[in-house]
Protein backbone atom coordinates (compact mmCIF):
# COMPACT_ATOMS: atom_id res chain seq x y z
CA UNK A 1 0.00 0.00 0.00
CA UNK A 2 1.10 3.05 -0.90
CA UNK A 3 2.54 6.01 1.58
CA UNK A 4 -0.46 8.66 2.67
CA UNK A 5 0.75 12.21 1.49
CA UNK A 6 -1.51 14.49 3.65
CA UNK A 7 -4.38 12.18 4.07
CA UNK A 8 -4.21 11.26 0.47
CA UNK A 9 -2.87 8.26 -1.61
CA UNK A 10 0.54 8.99 -3.05
CA UNK A 11 0.34 9.84 -6.67
CA UNK A 12 4.14 9.77 -7.87
CA UNK A 13 6.26 6.84 -7.41
CA UNK A 14 9.37 7.41 -4.61
CA UNK A 15 11.94 5.18 -5.98
CA UNK A 16 11.53 7.39 -10.18
CA UNK A 17 11.51 10.60 -8.53
CA UNK A 18 14.12 8.91 -6.36
CA UNK A 19 16.12 7.71 -9.92
CA UNK A 20 15.78 10.97 -11.76
CA UNK A 21 17.33 12.90 -9.04
CA UNK A 22 19.69 11.03 -8.54
CA UNK A 23 20.50 10.94 -12.07
CA UNK A 24 21.13 14.58 -12.30
CA UNK A 25 23.69 14.18 -9.58
CA UNK A 26 21.71 15.82 -6.45
CA UNK A 27 20.40 13.93 -2.89
CA UNK A 28 16.63 13.87 -2.06
CA UNK A 29 15.19 14.40 0.87
CA UNK A 30 12.52 11.50 2.52
CA UNK A 31 9.37 14.10 2.72
CA UNK A 32 10.08 14.95 -1.35
CA UNK A 33 7.92 12.58 -2.47
CA UNK A 34 4.51 13.59 -0.57
CA UNK A 35 5.06 17.12 -1.28
CA UNK A 36 5.51 16.20 -5.21
CA UNK A 37 2.22 14.12 -4.70
CA UNK A 38 0.70 16.98 -3.23
CA UNK A 39 1.80 19.87 -5.72
CA UNK A 40 0.77 17.12 -8.45
CA UNK A 41 -3.00 16.73 -6.56
CA UNK A 42 -3.01 20.71 -6.57
CA UNK A 43 -2.26 20.28 -10.55
CA UNK A 44 -4.90 17.61 -11.02
CA UNK A 45 -7.74 19.78 -8.82
CA UNK A 46 -7.07 22.46 -10.91
CA UNK A 47 -7.47 20.60 -14.25
CA UNK A 48 -10.43 19.17 -13.36
CA UNK A 49 -11.89 22.62 -12.50
CA UNK A 50 -10.92 23.59 -16.01
CA UNK A 51 -12.19 20.64 -17.84
CA UNK A 52 -15.77 21.22 -15.68
CA UNK A 53 -16.04 25.08 -16.61
CA UNK A 54 -15.92 24.16 -20.23
CA UNK A 55 -18.25 21.77 -19.45
CA UNK A 56 -16.50 18.51 -20.01
CA UNK A 57 -16.11 15.63 -17.89
CA UNK A 58 -12.86 14.85 -20.02
CA UNK A 59 -9.66 16.44 -18.41
CA UNK A 60 -7.09 16.85 -20.89
CA UNK A 61 -3.38 17.92 -21.31
CA UNK A 62 -4.63 21.76 -21.85
CA UNK A 63 -6.36 21.62 -19.09
CA UNK A 64 -2.83 21.30 -17.12
Known amino acids: ?11 VVGSKVKAYIKSKKCLTSG ?21 KANKRST ?3 QDL
Open 1 to 11: MAKKASGKELL
Open 31 to 51: ELPAALSDKVCGLLDAAIARA
Open 59 to 61: VKP
